[in-house]
């Protein structure tokens, strides 16, 4: 600051050193005046003042415990929530996943019955190939004997 004194008016700096005394001064005094306030009061006034200091603390804490039990509460009821609410979940899913069985088994019922209705048509063919082919010999052999015939 010595170095910068050229630049700052001479006033100003005995205003800023009178300022801060005058600071110093007051904050050295500020609590000898609180003690002498306090000295002043009456006894009466101070147990007065102590009794509602501690209704209040004791109100406060009356307060802050209903504020816990009311909180306490609070949560009870959330998890209740939250557990009839995976309850539910659960057994939405566990409708699903028994429609979806009973779908599959009921798919797996109609594959069935298909396989069992194609197994029987392709009896019914070979069958049915069967007397074609034992009709064509016989026409064959028909037609072999009239051959024969004829010729004789």
Request: no cysteine; proline share 1%; aromatic share 0%.
């Amino acid at each position: 600051m010595i170095g910068l004194r050229h630049l700052i008016p001479t006033a100003l700096l005995i205003n800023l050193s009178v300022a801060g005394a005058i600071v110093l001064s007051l904050a050295a005094s500020a609590p000898a005046q609180g003690r002498k306030v306090g000295r002043n009061e009456s006894k009466a006034e101070r147990k007065e003042r102590k009794e509602i200091e501690k209704a209040d603390l004791k109100d406060e804490k009356e307060r802050r415990k209903e504020d816990l039990n009311d909180l306490k509460e609070e949560r009870k009821d959330l998890r209740e929530e939250i557990k009839a609410d995976l309850k539910d979940e659960r057994e939405r899913r566990k409708e699903e996943s028994e429609a979806l069985k009973e779908r599959r088994k009921e798919d797996l019922n109609d594959l069935k019955e298909e396989r069992k209705d194609l197994k029987e048509e392709r009896k019914a063919d070979r069958i049915d190939l069967k007397e074609e082919r034992k009709d064509l010999k016989e026409e064959r052999k028909a037609r072999s004997k009239a051959l024969k015939e004829k010729r004789k």
